[in-house]
Each structure stands twice: as C-alpha cells, then as structure tokens.
C-alpha cells in the first residue's frame, strides 16, 4: 500500500511547543516574630525547566478539544531523590519519590489569566508556600489536579537543576509558569 503523506503539516515550524518552568525561592526566618514580620534571609531564586507528561498533555487535548471537563484547581508538590521524572509518568505510577513532610497538602497553583503565551502564578504574593517541619534535601516540584492522593492527573514534573537542602522552619515559595509558541 503506498502511502501519500503530505509533508507540509509535519515541518518543525508548523508546531505547538510548551516549555514550563519551575521557579522556586529559598526562604529563612530566624524566628517566628521575623516570619510575622516578613523578615527573612533569602538564599536565591532558581528556575529550572520541567516535562509536561504524557498524561498532562492528553488531559490537556480532552479539555479543549474532546469536551472533558475541565479541572478547576490544580496543586504543586515536592519532589525528593534523585530518579527524575520521565513522559510515560502519572499522578497513580511514577519512579520519583514525591516528598509530604511539610505544613498542610500540596499547594493550591493559583494562575492567572493566559497572556502573551503565557500562564503562570497570578501574582508574586499568590506563589506557593511550604513550610518545613524538618531538615530535608529537596529534588524538584510537580504539578497536579488533586490536593491529596494519587487519583488525578499530573501535568508536569521536573528535578532542579540542584537540590535544595531546607531546614525546620525554612520556606520554599513555588511559582509555575508554562509558555506556549507555535514556530
């Protein structure tokens, strides 16, 4: 059987590119006035880029174009090891370990509007906050449709480029930006 293909559709400068990001800030308080207070010592600002997995980008595609409803809370979590995170990952199934031994669940992404290509956390104010309980190196970050559990979807994991090593009583502030271009 001979084949057809028209070639035009599958030239790189016909595609859909996605790339997240991760951006994450280090925080420490000396105590708990200062924490009040917003006092604090603040030991950087990483970025790293991240996968948007398999099931993230089918969840994707049945929202906007197979009629699924949409999710409308979505959820950034921690990852610590060191085994990243690969495509054919899922919030049930995954290889990397995803940390939980901080203040509360995992924490509401709260997005704003897309412009320009882009979505990401509303605004600097609304990134996520963890707050550690115990000394722990933390490995990279997920994002999520569930709170709590595995039943759900996850959209992206991503190890940082260096771990972090965080402190009872440090914060890490979580911020998740995804970009869309069509070259």
């Not at 609304?126 to 996850?154: H, K, M, N």
Request: aromatic share 10%; charged share 20%.
């Amino acid at each position: 059987m001979n084949l057809n293909i028209n070639r035009e559709w599958v030239r790189p400068e016909n595609s859909i590119l996605f790339r997240g990001v991760y951006e994450l800030e280090h925080v420490r308080y000396r105590d708990v006035s200062r924490k009040e207070l917003g006092l604090a010592a603040h030991f950087g600002r990483w970025e790293c880029e991240n996968l948007v997995v398999a099931q993230g980008i089918n969840r994707l595609f049945d929202v906007m174009f197979h009629q699924d409803t949409q999710t409308l809370t979505w959820y950034l979590g921690l990852i610590s090891g060191a085994t990243a995170p690969v495509d054919g990952d899922t919030l049930a199934s995954h290889g990397f370990t995803e940390y939980k031994n901080y203040t509360g669940d995992r924490k509401e992404w709260i997005e704003g509007a897309a412009a320009g290509k882009v979505i990401e956390t509303a605004t600097p104010a609304q990134r996520a906050e963890f707050d550690f309980i115990e000394t722990i190196t933390i490995t990279g970050g997920l994002l999520c449709s569930v709170e709590t559990g595995d039943v759900g979807t996850l959209f992206s994991a991503a190890l940082f480029a260096a771990s972090r090593t965080l402190n009872d009583g440090d914060t890490l502030r979580l911020n998740y930006k995804l970009t869309g271009s069509s070259t």
